[in-house]
């Protein structure tokens, strides 16, 4: 029997972002029996939502629908690190050898617009995402990785965008935040820290203000393309004037049609108690700059405005067959490897609580290549695949799908994610074995290095292997 969405489950329970979002995570109501709309699109998280925002911004009178099987910022949205940055998932020099050093540089650029947008939409729209730019900073803590944040470094400045990072060395690191063993830092200018869930919710509302939509608890089982491209979902159809929008990343495998374009990957995430003023003076961090680091005690790593440390641990582990459960935002392992973590990098927190903490998915493509795609003659369109970077760059994808589904050629859809074509991941049991066999190189990795001070010669290899 189909659940009622008045007794939907405990939302608040699936994050601290979620439960500190300033909402009481009522359901709206579902989608009530079949329709048509301009738009429809899959998936209320930042993706869905940008979209709408964007094509509402362009165009007023479009009827948009967003249509969520659960609520606003269920998914990765509600859930991640707060870091939006201006980084792409795939690396510059990567996008260099793929596409050119000209594609590698606007998509670079793209994506620092995008930080300024999502900034200038907050500020426009009245969404209080507690914000910080301080930039983004990758520490390096152990001398074999000072060659590594140099390499970040410099794959900048091979694509002419040096004036957008900088490199600190101990001294400089040291006067920005205290960090134990931090040798150096790779930064990147544009990057910001931010309440997740406080922005996608602010965000929905926005939408909403401008004529959107939003049916939640409504779940999408199939879709068409065609005249009219429709969605079919458990509460009826809708038939799309103009196009449907698939933006459920990790979630889309879900859909038989999708099963092979991305997989699931689990992040986790701890969260302290706010730490005491002494316990700021004596770290520092003023600028709530985002974190990351290597090895393995590296994680991403969020200062809140409340005056918390959000960890998450770099433990993504694949669920066979992409079967994503609440099971897995529970592991208790990767927890308590994360609360070990971050103890490495401020002694201190061993005197304090850790509150929360809680995991979720996020969607990876066989070529780590995020697609922002329409196909004008089935009016399809796809947003997905952000590899564990989709704070700003799903921003871009609802900036780049508007400019293709109104027809308005611009930079934005000359971009290769535009035209990018799905590379299918094999089918099961090879891709598990494929996945979990790269986790385990890459874990092997770090133990010898941890262990020698010297990353092993078959590494460049694997990262090779990685990279297709
Ligand atoms: C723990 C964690 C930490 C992360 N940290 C960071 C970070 O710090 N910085 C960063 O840039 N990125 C981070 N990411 C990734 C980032 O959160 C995501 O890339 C981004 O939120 C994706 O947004 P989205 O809207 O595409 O997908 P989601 O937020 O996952 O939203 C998809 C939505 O679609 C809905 N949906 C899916 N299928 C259907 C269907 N069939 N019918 C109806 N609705 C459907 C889902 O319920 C969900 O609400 C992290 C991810 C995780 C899990």
């Not at 940008?50 to 009827?63: C, I, M, N, Q, V």
């Not at 859909?255 to 005491?276: A, D, F, G, N, W």
């Amino acid at each position: 029997m189909k659940k009622d969405y008045e007794v939907a489950k405990d939302y608040a329970g699936y994050s601290f972002w979620l439960e500190h979002s300033g909402d009481d995570l009522t359901p709206r109501p579902p989608l009530d029996g079949s329709t048509e709309v301009d738009v429809a699109i899959v998936g209320a998280g930042f993706s869905g939502l940008w979209t709408a925002y964007k094509l509402l911004e362009r165009d007023p009178s479009l009827d948009v629908l967003v249509v969520e099987k659960e609520i606003v910022g269920f998914g990765a949205s509600g859930r991640n690190g707060g870091w939006c940055c201006g980084d792409f998932p795939l690396g510059p020099s990567i996008m260099v050898r793929r596409y050119g050093v000209e594609a590698a540089r606007a998509v670079t650029l793209a994506m620092i617009d995008s930080v300024d947008d999502i900034e200038r939409v907050c500020a426009a729209e009245g969404i209080d995402a507690h914000s910080a730019r301080g930039g983004a900073l990758a520490i390096a803590r152990a001398g074999y990785d000072l060659p590594k944040i140099e390499a970040m470094w410099q794959e900048y400045v091979d694509i002419g965008l040096e004036e957008r990072v900088g490199l600190l060395d101990a001294a400089q690191t040291s006067a920005r935040m205290r960090v134990r063993d931090a040798l150096g830092t790779f930064l990147i200018r544009d990057g910001a820290a931010v309440q997740p869930g406080r922005l996608v919710r602010g965000l929905a509302r926005a939408v909403e203000r401008r004529g959107g939509r939003i049916v939640e608890q409504t779940t999408v089982t199939d879709y068409a393309g065609g005249h009219p491209p429709r969605l079919f979902t458990d509460r009826g159809e809708v038939r799309a004037r103009r196009a449907i929008v698939l933006a459920g990343e990790a979630y889309l495998a879900r859909l038989p049609k999708l099963r092979r374009h991305v997989i699931p990957m689990t992040s986790h995430i701890v969260i302290t108690e706010p730490l005491s003023p002494a316990i700021w003076d004596e770290i520092g961090w003023e600028r709530r700059e985002v974190l990351g680091g290597f090895g393995s005690t590296g994680g991403y790593i969020n200062h809140t405005a409340d005056g918390r440390i959000a960890f998450g641990a770099y433990r993504a582990r694949y669920p066979f067959q992409s079967r994503i459960t609440d099971d897995l935002d529970r592991m208790e392992d990767v927890f308590e490897h994360a609360r070990i973590a971050a103890r490495t990098w401020w002694p201190v927190l061993r005197t304090v609580a850790f509150t929360h903490a809680w995991g979720g998915v996020f969607g990876t493509p066989r070529d780590h290549m995020p697609t922002m795609g329409f196909n004008p003659r089935t009016g399809v369109a796809l947003a997905y695949g952000y590899t564990g970077e989709g704070v700003a760059t799903s921003n871009l994808s609802g900036r780049v799908l508007t400019d293709l589904i109104t027809e308005s050629d611009s930079l934005l859809t000359r971009l290769p994610m535009a035209s990018h074509q799905p590379v299918p991941w094999e089918p099961e049991p090879l891709r598990a074995i494929g996945v979990n066999l790269m986790r385990q190189l890459r874990y092997k990795e770090i133990e010898e290095v941890e262990r020698t001070g010297v990353y092993p010669r078959w590494t460049e290899q694997v990262a090779k292997v990685l990279e297709r």
